[in-house]
């Protein structure tokens, strides 16, 4: 099962920093591309960023573009999120997921964390 945990509060101002953590158990992640999604309300659920798993590739949404990056630490068998420079723009509700080797888009994703808000304001 993917498991989303926080790294810091859940409410961040604008232009703070939150890291994120997307962790299995029973399962290595090393095998599946890792996305990072959010939902928002009255909005669909957008892939916010991706890391493959057979090049460690990665690839963001134009939206978050030198703000938010993502990594991934075998030994913790844990994908991260860092997200920085924070906009209110940004709050939603993200949700990490499991998708075959290449990031192939929202639709290639089938195991899904339980996910987790974030709200960005002053």
């Known amino acids: 099962q993917v498991q989303l945990v926080e790294s810091a509060e859940n409410l961040v101002q604008p232009g703070g920093s939150l890291r994120l953590s997307c962790a299995a158990s029973g399962f290595t992640l090393d095998y599946y591309a890792i996305g990072w999604f959010r939902q928002a309300p009255g909005k669909e659920r957008e892939e916010v960023s991706c890391i493959s798993s057979n090049d460690g590739s990665t690839s963001y949404a134009d939206s978050v573009k030198g703000r938010f990056f993502i990594s991934r630490d075998k030994p913790k068998n844990t994908v991260y999120l860092q997200m920085n420079s924070l906009k209110p723009e940004d709050t939603a509700v993200y949700f990490c997921?499991?998708?075959?080797?290449?990031?192939?888009?929202?639709?290639?994703?089938?195991?899904w964390g339980q996910g987790t808000q974030v709200t960005v304001s002053s």
């Open positions: 997921a499991t998708g075959p080797t290449w990031c192939r888009g929202l639709e290639s994703f089938g195991t």
